[in-house]
């Protein structure tokens, strides 16, 4: 008895010595992250006046959720628009990044040029220079995007994939650009399988193809799933994101922005915290059976 | 003789086992070679842009290589961005909460690494969430607070969730410094608990000076994300502080204040080379710094335990 008592009270000290180091992160937390926004999910049931002494809020229930909804054209469209862009670029993104994290996992003469080549995109991926690249076409397939066979072939696309398809072509080396990231945790995946399996495959005649598919590949689960949810997390959070850049330009209507642009944005929320529950569904380890 | 000679010749062509001959070697460069164009063509693109006077943009035959060596692109574009200054606040913008975020991630990280904590799985559930929220869901009533308070365009309004670690990407930091906290021996822990020292003198003098790689590589980042950002740093500093990436969001309003297109002859209207000027100029910093300390940058992640485990 009085034994559990005294381990209660070690592990009460614990807590307490432990929870200081947590202390700045838990007032931050509660003033930066949960306040503003239990306040932003009350703007979003609200019509909301600016005035000159501040900001009147009036009820209108869920008013605000229908007009984004039902009412507000663009909104939804650019809601689809962006679930079905992040639906394309992720698989671009994860293959890529994991071709080329197998490339530079070989040893090779230049491994490190290479390496720098395919990380500088993560060092100058800002807002305004992406918009500056993408308005001068910088970042569409060389050649390939304004030639007059592909403008026509893409005209002839039925209506549900031409935009996807010429957004492709427009910011193909865009969607590259995002990879930075996810080649270095990819390659992070590949160190860390056991050199010793691949011996014992090789001694049993395993061709290269067939390693891949059964010990690479199975062995870069994980790791696949956390590159995929960053990789929609960083999509979504994207200054350029037309979603985010439509819910900005709403905020300072002087009538009922803030609390249309509030309701958008937990809208917003929810569609990429769907994508991103869908993603873990379809790439999560199973248990073999 | 022959027999011979051809198997020394399909060692070197395609090569034996764990020895790749030249054929699989000159298409592993052909196809990283093509890749990297592909991939470095965007910068290539404003690179050799930037450099076209106004006479090479109208001539159709001048696509790769400019008939001179033109800088009046980077001089109007210097001005328009008024670099000196712009360049001196987005360093202080980046750097400045950045020293705040990397302490609190690494206090927070250590904090739960090393402590049995009640209610562990919820802090870590927490963290994340503040990775997944988009900034639109608490930007406003911060912005409205900071209206309030007077700090509207100050830099203090990035430094106060900075240093309550809900800087730009906090999770990530706090990832980075639990995992390297994790990997401490307890065994040294204990010792140093035996000798008498405090829960706070411990993580002073025996965590943080095997961290300095996690310290390094957390600062970077988070000065490049700092640096990058611009959603956050329009809201909250937008009529204070101009950073570089802010000045060239709104680069053709600014071009139009200094060069009135109904003041100044066809050839000083803004066109594309300038624009890719100042993009140029924009990213600039940062690739230098890059190239510098490119070793840190992309040997780090491999390390510090971003991957997960």
Known sequence: MANSRTRWRFRLRENLQGYRFLLPWLIGFTLFTAAPLAQTFQYSLSNVKVAVTGIELTAIGWQNYTRALFTDPTFVQLLVEYVIETAISVPIILIFSMIIALFLNVPFWGRAIFRTIFFLPVVITSGPVISELVAQGATSAPQVASSAAVTAFVSQLPALLREPVRYLLTSFILILWFSGVQILIYLAGLQKIDRFVYEAAAVDGASAWEMFWKITLPSLTTTTVINALYTIITLSHFSENKVIKYIHSRIYDVEGGIGYASAMAFLYALALIALLIATFLVLRPRAKD | ?309
Not at chain 2, 61 to 79: C, D, F, H, I, S
Not at chain 2, 225 to 232: D, R
């Open chain 2, 1 to 309: 003789m022959r027999r011979l000679q051809f198997d020394y010749l399909r060692r070197v062509v395609w090569g034996v086992h764990n020895r790749p001959g030249l054929l699989p070697t000159s298409l592993l460069y052909a196809i990283l070679i093509a890749i990297g164009f592909v991939y470095l063509y965007p910068l290539l693109f404003m690179a050799v842009n930037s450099f076209k006077s106004p006479a090479d943009l109208l001539n159709p035959m001048v696509q790769w290589v400019p008939t001179e060596l033109y800088l009046g692109n980077y001089q109007k574009a210097y001005r328009v961005l008024n670099y000196l200054d712009t360049l001196r606040a987005t360093i202080v913008v980046s750097a400045a909460p950045t020293v705040l975020q990397v302490v609190v991630c690494a206090l927070v990280g250590y904090g739960l690494a090393r402590y049995r904590l009640w209610g562990k799985p919820l802090l870590f559930a927490l963290i994340f969430a503040t990775f997944v929220i988009p900034p639109q869901n608490t930007i406003i009533p911060q912005m409205l607070n900071y209206r309030y308070l007077n700090l509207l365009g100050n830099i203090w309004a990035l430094l106060i969730p900075a240093a309550l670690g809900q800087g730009f990407k906090s999770a990530i930091f706090i990832l980075i410094f639990y995992q390297n906290f994790l990997s401490l021996p307890r065994a040294l822990e204990e010792a140093a608990r035996l000798d008498g020292a405090s829960d706070l003198g411990i993580f002073w003098r025996i965590a943080l000076p095997g961290a300095v790689p996690a310290f390094i590589v957390s600062f970077i980042f988070s000065v490049v994300w700092y640096w990058n950002e611009t959603y956050l740093t329009t809201v909250f500093l937008e009529g204070g502080i101009q950073t570089l990436p802010m000045q060239l969001a709104k680069f053709t309003q600014a071009y139009e204040n200094l060069y009135p297109s109904s003041m100044v002859n066809i050839f000083d209207r803004l066109n594309e080379a300038v624009k890719m000027s100042g993009t140029f100029l924009t990213i600039l910093p940062l690739l230098v710094i890059y190239f510098i300390l490119q070793r840190w940058f992309v040997e780090s992640i491999e390390r510090s335990g971003l991957a997960g485990e």
